[in-house]
């Protein structure tokens, strides 16, 4: 996708360096960071300089790579598959790749691991953009279907960043919206702001806006409101962690826009490849959600009249806070799945009628 007119990809490899484009810095400032060792990986994943289960799988697969370049052992190897993994608990897609990436390096000598591992680094990258590239070929027939009846612009709800920043090209839940926009199809985003962090504002306003799609960012609570004045057409949100009989572990704030959405008869609409699938755990309860700093929601960060990038406190000093990260909507709240096979219902028998 674009920034200021020139395709970018969220990471890349390039003389021995990952290159990534630091989000936390978005919108103020476009940086492009260079990651040199496989702790400057872990890094950008704990500090959310990468973020979005898709682009911290691929960060965690480079990770692999540079753990490789900085010391060709297969201790320091193990205990920095070990640190990766660690480094945030919810997106499934970590593991996922990390997991991938040690199984195929699993028996080989060192004088050919490296290749493999980059090789392999390569493939989950270019993997991860067509499935997100059919993702939204997939999901596109539901808002053209939306179209075609309403003769008007499509008005679509979504969550936290699940845009091409999340991924490595095209989003999740961004690219039906894209590949929309791109067939002539007129469409309006409701772009939830999604403290604390503002992913929603900082990332896909942002996104949207270098694509020429229109957009209006709102605060994470007026949603409700929107779908009960009938400006709300479907809702599609992206996903952390889906279990294999349909919960989705998502952002938190996605529960309560699936509920809203559910009262308001909207559908509600999740989109994911399928590396974001959970396929052991059968019971939600047992996600690990993580629980981040709380600093984060007593503090905002934006640009004073300088133009520099600050923080400020706006919670009382004494005040407690806590900051969980994610949330569960049951699969009875989803209206379908959109994936890189096709979309399906929100259920065990549906993942696996496209996944056998």
Known sequence: MRIEGKEYRTIWFENNLVKIIDQTKLPHKFIIKDLKTVEDCINAIK?????????????????IVLS???????????????????????????????????????GKNNNEILKIALDEAKVIIEEDI??????????????????????DTVNILTHCNAGWLATIDWGTATSPIYHAHQQGIKVHVWVDETRPRNQGANLTSYELNEEGISNTVITDNAGGILMQRGQVDMCIVGTDRTLSNGD?????????????????????????PSSTIDWNIKDHTKIPIEERNVEELSYVEGVDKENKITKIRIYPQKSKAMNLAFDVTPAKYVSGLITEKGICEASEKGLKGLFK
Do not use: Q
């Open 47 to 63: 500090t959310m300089e990468v973020r979005g289960a898709p682009l911290i799988g691929a960060t965690a697969a480079y990770g």
């Open 248 to 272: 989705v572990c998502n952002k938190i704030g996605t529960y309560l826009k699936a509920l809203a959405a559910k009262d308001n008869n909207v559908p509600f609409y999740v989109a994911l």
């Open 130 to 151: 067509s499935f997100c590239k059919n993702i939204g070929l997939n999901g596109l027939k539901i808002i053209e279907d939306v179209a075609n009846k309403k003769k």
């Open 68 to 106: 490789i370049i900085e010391k060709n052992d297969s201790s320091f190897l193990g205990k920095s598959s070990e640190k990766l993994i660690k480094s945030r608990p919810t997106a499934i897609n970590l593991k996922w790749a990390v997991d991938r990436m040690m199984k195929k390096l699993s």
